[in-house]
């Protein structure tokens, strides 16, 4: 239930300030960020497990030879995945936040206790991390790989808690959750468990991959353990491909349609692309296990910057584009507009109000001398208007590289960029927002736009 | 700003629990927090200091990789301790947070890379400094200027966050919009007095780490007497310096009376009484953790008056009350990470006391700890996954 506050103005919508980078949008921040993120983090549980396995093959063939290696992969481990993956981790969260902060908050006010618990999984990890690493030799082995466990169980606790929040931006896949406005509900819908399968298959698949290249590095120490090992992340990294593949096809089949009908428009391109990547990495793997002296530093290394160039990019971006047009649990818009009620929270569509009064007039960070569209404020008052409602998607510069507008509007006038946003506005394409703007609005955004002369 | 604003950009949602929880859990996890950035801040300045004498000073040859390993996993664990505060202010502070962040949008992304470089570098520092005496110097100072860059930046974001009347001007002065994300505030007083901070903390260590190897045949008497009377030189000063830049800070916001701030002020005194007698330095810790929960109760007391004043009050905030995760959370916090990590405490605090190779599977309490931490986070996947299935059943079938 929610309570009615004293000096509550029903014609505000809690509308931030917009920030917007120029040419790009300010939403690619959180793209690159996050796909520097994924590589980190998904290194560091992928290898969490491998760093278990290893330990427990070392303490139970008493394998002294393996130790070393541990501890090579162990600082490659704490640095690369550590160093990077906790700064990147809430630097998702701070970039998001400065691009959709509405979006959010709608996950921080659902799911704080989950994010809560996570970041308990978390302290134990960094602190774990430490100890892994720098008492391999300072503790007996038998303690050792008791730690090595309980870590490997903590870095894939943080997966189990964030999955269900990340599946959520893309819906709740139930009904459930909007009529109680549970969290378990929204956490646990239909695509959670193939999405963390997904990602646990990617995880074992990375850890397989960095191990390569640090097993490649071995090879004038000790050829044979080394051509052992490279032939040992061989198998994990296969094994860990199909997983992924695996939970891939199953995940897709539970996204929502309008993540589908997005999908169709690439769909080919990138069932090419990942065929391509398929065979390309199953070759290698191959490699790695029947010819493990082929691999070397130079080549493990570029195949990494080829899953995070040609694998991760893409693959966020695609995922962000099937979310369109929500930005969170499909009652959130990615223009930080609420499209829907969720009764469960006591949440009110804010589309009836914009339509009715305009974003100029809701929105409390609109300055007095643009509230009011005039003769003389007009193109000022549309240009706000786009960056309000379409940057978050689109970048608007003639020059813009994001999802330009240039390349939707080229070459338009204002009536025929007009009827595209009435159509849009109405809900007839359903990648768009179903946004209805009062005339004078639509009016001042179609004139700004025709004004760029895309 | 008017009320109305600040009270329409909260989250229509509502917060989970009541609000007084996540106040209160905002003080306790910032103090934590602003603990480790201030040890990270004391013991890197402290190394780089190190870098310029360990070539000819025995005891300096020791000390400095010891405080450049301190200050790498103070910036671990600042880090992930920072992660709590961030989550809770935005529960009850959403107004402020968001407003600020996309005001700062820019330097928001600065941080995140800033951050990354600084700390990569600090490795390299490490590594520099592990392969030669006094090595790394430049790596170490720009990777310091980097990171000391990082904490003016969140400082912003703190200031920004509690100016709620100019966040109109900032966003559009004149009636011009800036989107740009540039918005930049510092308040010279409360960053100086942060900063000071360090000092007292770093010294405070110090006075530990002399305590700690006291009982390792291979460190000399000279060394943990040397670190003992630098750290409480280092703190005595560190102390009357922060305490000036309380008061001062105190003054020019009208608090200096306030009794939080009185009980601070005699906190720090008591801790200045402890660090110059140097009797116990590990209760001098636990008044050192003391006196940093009333400094951020003294940050939220200005927070929480300011927005009172503005007729937003976090304890209006509606609840729509959120049970299963609360007790996910609640039993996570208290039984896993009480368990797992005193086991990890304890481990390292006997691994530190022993020469040689410690024997954990003979140690009652390690192997205990060690046994228990395995089960409950075993427990804890099953009944993750037995709930998710639950739920998922019920609401598809």
């Known amino acids: 239930m929610v309570i009615s506050i004293k000096g509550e103005n029903m014609d505000i919508i809690g509308q931030f300030p917009l920030f917007y980078f120029p040419e790009y949008g300010s939403a690619w921040m959180m793209g690159v960020t996050g796909t520097i993120h994924i590589l980190a983090s998904h290194t560091s549980v992928g290898a969490a497990m491998l760093f278990a396995f290893l330990a427990y093959k070392a303490y139970k063939e008493d394998r002294t030879d393996l130790y070393p290696y541990m501890k090579k992969y162990g600082m490659f481990l704490l640095i690369f995945s550590y160093v990077i993956g906790s700064i990147t981790g809430p630097g998702i969260w701070y970039t998001a936040t400065a691009a959709s902060p509405r979006g959010i908050s709608a996950l921080i006010h659902n799911f704080v206790w989950v994010w809560a618990t996570e970041w308990v999984f978390f302290v134990y990890e960094v602190i774990g991390v430490f100890a892994l690493v720098y008492f391999m030799n300072k503790i007996d082995k038998k303690t050792h790989l008791k730690l090595t466990f309980t870590f490997a169980l903590a870095s894939v606790g943080t997966l189990a808690l964030i999955i269900g929040i990340i599946s959520f931006m ?41 191990g390569l290249v640090i097993s490649s590095a071995m090879k004038k120490e000790n050829e044979a353990l080394s051509n052992e090992l490279s032939r040992k992340m061989g198998f994990v990294s296969l094994i860990g491909g199909f997983v992924t593949m695996f939970f891939f096809m199953w995940y897709m089949g539970t996204l929502p349609e309008n993540a589908h ?141 994001f999802r330009p507008l240039k390349e939707r509007l080229a070459g338009m006038d204002k009536e025929a960029i007009k009827a595209i946003l009435y159509a849009a506005g109405s809900g007839a394409m359903p990648y768009m927002p179903s946004l209805q703007l009062p005339e004078h609005e639509y009016d001042a955004l179609a004139e700004y736009l025709a004004s760029q002369k895309y | 700003m008017d009320a109305s604003v600040l009270l329409a950009l909260r989250d229509p949602a509502g917060i989970p629990f009541y609000p007084v929880v996540f106040q209160a859990l905002y003080i306790l996890t ?176 110090l006075q530990n780490y002399s305590r700690f190897v006291s009982t390792r045949e291979d460190f000399s008497k000279d060394l943990i007497d040397y670190t003992a009377s630098l750290g409480t030189k280092i703190a005595n000063i560190g102390l009357l310096i922060s305490a000036v830049l309380f008061v001062l800070w ?137 709930w998710g299935m639950t739920i998922l059943f019920s609401n598809i079938l």
């Not at chain 2, 000390?63 to 301190?70: E, F």
């Not at chain 2, 918005?183 to 100086?192: E, G, K, P, V, Y």
């Not at chain 2, 008044?287 to 009333?294: E, F, K, R, T």
Request: aromatic content about 14%; hydrophobic content about 50%; glycine content about 8%.
């Open chain 1, 261 to 401: 009908m997005v999908f169709s428009f690439t769909k080919d391109t990138v069932i090419q692309n990942r065929i391509i990547l398929a065979i390309l990495f199953s070759l290698y793997f191959l490699i790695a296990i029947i010819k493990p002296k082929l691999i070397n530093v130079p080549i493990a290394s570029t195949m990494i910057a080829v899953i995070l160039i040609a694998g991760l990019w893409p693959g966020e971006k695609l995922r962000e584009s099937m979310r369109k047009p929500y930005v969170a649990g499909q009652y959130i818009y990615s223009n930080q507009i609420i499209s829907r009620d969720v009764p469960g929270k006591g949440i009110k569509s804010e589309l009836p109000i914009i339509a009715e009064k305009g974003l100029l007039q809701v929105n409390p960070f609109v300055p007095e001398n643009l509230k009011v569209i005039t003769a003389d404020n007009k193109l000022e008052a549309g240009k706000l208007l786009a960056r309000m409602s379409c940057s978050n998607c689109h970048s608007l510069e003639t020059t813009g590289k």
């Open chain 2, 250 to 386: 105190m003054y020019t916001i009208g608090y200096l009376m306030h009794p939080v701030i009185i009980a601070t002020i005699a906190g720090v005194l008591v801790l200045l009484y402890m660090v110059m007698t140097n009797k116990n330095s590990y209760i001098t810790t636990g008044v050192l953790v003391v006196v940093a929960l009333l400094i951020s109760g003294v940050r939220e007391l200005i927070r929480y008056d300011l927005m009172i004043d503005l007729g937003y009050n976090i304890y209006d905030y509606p609840v729509n009350f959120e049970i299963p995760t609360i007790t996910m959370f609640l039993l996570t916090f208290l039984i896993m990470g009480g368990v797992g990590v005193a086991y990890l405490l304890t481990m390292a605090w006997k691994v530190g006391k022993s020469q040689g190779v410690f024997d954990g599977s003979k140690d009652k309490a390690v192997n205990t700890l060690g046994n228990y931490t395995l089960g409950i986070m075993s427990l804890w996947m099953v009944v993750f996954f037995g």
């Open chain 1, 170 to 210: 893309m819906w709740p896949g139930t009904e459930a959750y909007y009529t109680t406005g549970s969290a378990s509900d929204a956490f646990f819908g239909t695509n959670t468990f193939p999405h963390m399968f997904l990602r646990v298959g990617f995880m074992i698949m990375m850890s397989g991959v960095i």
């Open chain 2, 30 to 205: 910032w103090a934590l927090h602003a603990a480790f950035v201030l040890l990270a801040l004391g013991s890197m300045g402290l190394s780089l200091y190190g870098t310029f004498k360990q070539k000819d000073d025995q005891r300096w040859k020791i000390l400095t990789p010891h405080l450049i390993q301190t200050g790498k996993i103070s910036v671990s664990l600042l880090i992930v301790l920072g992660v709590a505060p961030l989550l809770f202010t935005q529960v009850i502070y959403d107004p402020n947070w968001y407003t600020t962040n996309t005001l700062s949008g820019m330097w928001i992304f600065i941080f995140i890379y800033a951050l990354v470089i600084g700390y990569m570098m600090f490795y390299w520092f490490y590594y520099a400094n592990k392969a030669k005496d006094g090595g790394g110097k430049m790596i170490g100072m720009i990777s310091f200027a980097i990171l000391v860059f990082a904490g003016i930046l969140m400082h912003n974001f703190a200031v920004t966050s509690i100016m709620p009347n100019e966040w109109m001007n900032m966003y559009a002065p004149n009636g011009v919009v800036d989107n740009s994300g540039w918005t930049f505030n510092i308040d010279i007083i409360r960053l100086a007095f942060m900063v000071s901070l360090s000092l007292p903390v770093v010294g405070i260590f």
